[in-house]
C-alpha cells in the first residue's frame, strides 16, 4: 500500500471522528509542510503558528476532502494560501534569513551538487557564498516562481502535484520552475567568476 492509500484510509477514518488519525497526518506532514512555509515566513514562531493554523483549516474542512489530490497536496495548497493570507495580514513580504539555509538545502539545486566535493577553508567560503546566493535570489523570486521552485527542489514534489496545489496547468509549472532555475542559475554564475579572480 503506498503512501497516497495509507494517507486516504487515515481522512476516512479522521472523517468519521477518528482524531487519532488526523493526529497520525500531523505527525507525518507537520515537518515538511514547516519547511514549506520558512521559504515564504522569517520567523520561525510564526512558521510554527502557521503550520498549526494550516492544520487546523485542515481538519475543519476535512469533510470537503474527496481524495481527488494526494491529501499532502490538499494540505499544501492551505498552507501556501494560510501563508499568504499571514503575510498579507502583516503587510510584509516573505523573506527569510540567510543563516536558515543551510548547505544541504543549496544541495538540492543542481547548481548546488558541487558543494559536497569542496572541502579548503577557501572552498567552504565560496559554499556559503552560493548557499546565501542561491537563498537571496529565492527570496526575490515573484511568488509564483518562488513556490513553485520550492515545491520541486526543496519539497520533491511533481510537476504535476505542483500544479494542483498552484491550480494552474503543467506547463505552466514548467515554465516557471525553469524561468526561477535560470535566475539561480545567472546569480551563482555571477558569484562563481568573483570566486575565481579572488583566487587568481
Known sequence: MGDREIDQQLVERAQRGDKRAFDLLVIKYQRKLARLLSQFIRDSAEVED???ETFVKAYRSLSSFRG???FYTWLYRIGINAAKNFLVAQKRRASATTNGFDIEDAENFEEGTQLREL?????ELMSRQIA????QTLEVLPEELRTAITLREIEGLSYEEIANIMNCPTGTVRSRIFRAR??????LQSVM???KDKRW
Request: hydrophobic residues 25%.
Open 50 to 52: 502557521v503550520t498549526q
Open 193 to 195: 567568476e568573483v570566486g
Open 119 to 123: 572541502n579548503t577553508p577557501e572552498s
Open 132 to 135: 546565501q546566493t542561491v537563498h
Open 182 to 187: 535560470e535566475a539561480i542559475s545567472d546569480k
Open 68 to 70: 481527488e489530490s494526494a
